[in-house]
DNA sequence: TAGATTGTTAATCGATTAACAATC
DNA sequence: TAGATTGTTAATCGATTAACAATC
């Protein structure tokens, strides 16, 4: 009946496949949608479908018809809170942090980069992304102040060398940021103090090492 | 006893935790590690650590002493296959596609990254990566003939723009590779022909889109 | 010896899949 | 009405955590 307690990453991103698939489709928005259709469309089995919609409290559909395309829609939204958005900041401004300033689903989810930090000389005090939404990049000594100017900033991307990602994530910390997302391919701790904070260690690489490791272990 | 079908990524996932806590360290090679000890060393508990050695069938540990250095490294080489390693290809070589060029990890494991593949006329016919060691970046239309020429080249690396990923992924089947780490923002679905492939879809941002969901749901 | 630590089993937890009564 | 589809419960599967006998 109620929603569950915690929502697992494997939910939010079977809804965000269930959103990009109707809002892909075009489906006019007086249509329904049946589980089944979303399996159709996604792959994801029509039991699931139903079993996501159930954990959230997402109980709108209708016997026979399924869920209407505009009120589903709407409550997919509203889980993913795209209207509300985030703003986050990135720190490192590398390839992958730099990636990260030009990802169009950002803007379908109304996740806005305020600001990427680098040591780079070369880089700081430049832009990055297109006219009229470029992002500044700002020196790591800025930091701190920026975070205390901005406390609407409650998320960072950690995308910096492994060396120096644990120590960032600690001055993260201390700054006073709620959420942040490791892309260093080490498995990092919050410091003990750090409360009411998440940390997703994100190992873009883990899914390569298992890869080559099944190839060189068949059956 | 024996060790399980399936190794889940998680497994290799901490295999490889253990591991590089372990070069970090630089432990002299005659001394004893226990599972309490890699504990404090990687934040994973010493019962994971039992277990998962007992669900590869790693069983080196010496009562009162805990496991050789020495030896549990060479195992745990073995696990990983470092010494074998694996020859791959990166399709796109925006951002995400060159950071993985980049890679020191892959030094350490053995995985030599062929050939990068794009369209965009600038990039092709140009090399990415340091002198000694450059990368070639070729056309997605040498694609075919470069994998028919390099049969050991067994695993790809996707990171195009969602639009035509499963396009490329269709291809790289059709082509004979046997497996793929999809890196665009889109579940991808394997041909029905695709035998004996692999395929694992990588969301780099569903990470971001959790830590979201929750500052937005709070409790 | 007593204490520490393993290998392994059992218990728990969580996520997915299957099943089905309710009903439009 | 009969058939389709939901919401929800139950069964299954898999991964993690806990426990402990064996023993060095």
Redesign the interface.
Known sequence: MASKRV?S?RV??RI??YY?ALLKLDLPETTYVSSKRLEEM??LSSNQVRQDFFTLGLTIGKQKKGYMVKKLMRELKR???ID???K?VVIGA???G??FS??R??QG?N?QVEAMFDINPDLVGTTIGKPGAEIPILSIDELEPFLKGHPEV??A?LAVPEEVAQELLDRLVSYGI??V?N?A???L?LPREAKGV?L?N????????????????PQ
Chains 1, 2 share one sequence.
């Open positions: 929502v990453i939010i991103r965000s496949v990009e996604t792959g889980i993913l809170s509300r958005g985030a986050i590398g390839r992958i730099q990636s030009a990802y689903l950002f989810r996740i409650e998320i991307l709620k959420g997302v892309y391919p080490r498995i701790r998440q997703i994100e190992s873009i690489c883990s899914a390569i090492y298992k890869m080559v490791y099944h190839r060189n272990h």
